[in-house]
């Protein structure tokens, strides 16, 4: 399978965006997709996955209650739905896929590239 993000964009504090991975290739379904993010001078944190069929979401503290993962397998698309952005959400986010489930960072494999969030007034 083969990744691209795209969606990114500045934005104003508690402003939304919505992030799209598009992926290529056979059995889309059978993968899980995770969100990660990295800003500048910042390891690369996790946001959160949505597995494989029954599709289920996982988020991190940092993105709970204000971030929305989706998939639309018929798309062969994974959105990642932001809302009351903050200035540290400002990063390069990019989706990643493992086989099936939300597990570790390692098990992701296959990494689209990057599209970049910019929070700022």
């Known amino acids: 399978v083969q990744l691209q993000a795209f969606g990114g964009g500045f934005v104003q504090p508690g402003g939304s965006l919505r992030l799209s991975c598009t992926a290529s290739?056979?059995?889309?379904?059978?993968?899980?997709i995770g969100w990660f993010r990295q800003a500048p001078g910042k390891v690369r944190e996790g946001v959160g996955c949505i597995s494989a069929e029954p599709a289920h979401a996982v988020y991190a503290d940092s993105a709970k209650g204000r971030f929305t993962i989706s998939r639309d397998n018929a798309n062969n698309t994974v959105h990642l739905h932001m809302n009351n952005l903050r200035p540290e959400d400002s990063a390069i986010y990019y989706c990643a896929a493992a086989l099936k489930y939300c597990s570790a960072d390692k098990d992701f494999t296959t990494w689209g590239q990057g599209t970049e969030v910019t929070v700022s007034s």
């Open positions: 290739g056979s059995a889309w379904a059978n993968y899980a």
